[in-house]
């Protein structure tokens, strides 16, 4: 099926930084959020902070009225919207990365929200430490029902953003750190290549132990829907592409690299085990070539991990499978 072929989409380009206009540019791609947009853009709106920000809506060729509602705020001039033909996710976000416009970039998901603090809390931490990624705490809800608090361990610096969350949101960027990143287009699951070609950098990262971000549970999104889907399968594909593209970030590959593969193959297993068998093998196979190619000298000390290595490096598909299948059930 073509739908199992790799996307083309990649993580490397050179977007224009303007960093004078803003302390913070808010990024918010909308396709099709008209339940959701007016609560989003008013808690952005409505921010109690000394910091100041502008805001790009990218409606992405939406069909219902969220544009309408998008154009209603353009008479806030903390607001520009700009309309596209429909790119995806990726191609919304990487619209408005084409001109970084504040000193710092936050993306926040159309039904989404801030808490009133948000900026305040999370731009107070990147200025006390010159930080280039700042991550917050934040909560789950369904409709008006928190479900779950996270909040961060510690407050201020960090040694490396290994701890952080495999999410674009809930976060600020210094601008210079996105001046070469762009959003895979294409692709499911395209926040991955933050996980490897931003947080594995060299660069000052931040902890905001405060709550700052609403993240709303929807039934209806990608994590809830793919398992069926060939589609799936970028899961792996964009695996791929983060490794091939490590080197233009000036990445070196190392043993933490090495370990977030791994820890990165189970989730790909998960998203996809409900394809066929052949399927879940090819990509079994796939996966212990990229270990050769990029990773081969690395060797896990991690006890649960050593044993899922020594299935990948001697290609034993039916034992990684019950292993997996075991762990699943453990989980």
């Known amino acids: 099926s073509s739908t199992c072929t790799k996307p083309k989409g990649i993580c490397y380009t050179s977007n224009g930084i303007y960093p004078d206009e803003s302390d913070l540019q808010i990024i918010i791609p909308a396709y ?22 502008n805001i790009v809506v990218i409606d992405d060729g939406s069909t219902d009225q969220t544009c309408k ?16 033909k429909n790119r995806g996710f990726s191609g919304a976000r990487n619209k408005a990365l084409e001109n970084i416009t504040g000193k710092y970039v936050m993306f926040v998901d159309s039904d989404d929200v801030l808490l009133p603090d948000a900026i305040q809390n999370l731009m107070d931490t990147a200025y006390s430490i010159n930080a280039d990624i700042v991550e917050s705490g934040f ?8 479900i779950e608090k996270r909040f961060r361990e510690n407050t201020g610096r960090l040694e490396d953003g290994a701890s952080y969350s495999g999410f674009a949101w809930g976060k600020v960027y210094k ?16 926040d991955t290549a933050l996980i490897y070609l931003l947080f594995t ?7 905001c132990r405060e709550i700052t ?9 990608i994590t809830q829907t793919s398992f069926l889907s060939p589609k799936s399968l970028d899961t792996y594909w964009i695996t791929e592409e983060c490794l091939e593209e490590m080197k233009k970030f000036g990445i070196s590959p190392n043993l933490r690299i090495y370990e977030m593969t791994l820890k990165q193959f189970i ?12 399927l879940q093998e090819s990509i079994f196979v796939l996966s212990a070539d990229l270990i050769d190619k990029y990773l081969s000298e690395y060797q896990t000390e991690d006890i ?22 075991r762990k699943m059930l453990e989980d």
């Open 32 to 53: 099709n959020v008209e339940k959701y947009l007016d609560q989003c853009l008013e808690s952005v709106l409505n921010q109690k902070t000394r910091y100041s920000y």
């Open 267 to 278: 989730m790909n297993y998960m998203r996809t085990r409900k394809l066929s068998i052949k």
């Open 175 to 190: 601008a210079d750190v996105l001046k070469n990143f762009m959003f895979p287009e294409g692709y499911w699951y395209e």
């Open 139 to 146: 909560y789950t809800f369904r409709n008006q029902e928190i």
């Open 201 to 207: 950098q060299k660069l000052i990262y931040g902890e």
């Open 69 to 84: 509602i998008a154009d209603f705020y353009v008479s806030d001039s903390r607001i520009k919207v700009i309309h596209q």
């Open 213 to 221: 971000y609403g993240y709303r549970l929807n039934p209806s999104g």
């Open 304 to 325: 649960e991990l050593k044993t899922l290595e020594g299935y990948i490096k001697k290609r034993l598909f039916w034992k990684y499978k019950f292993w997996m299948l």
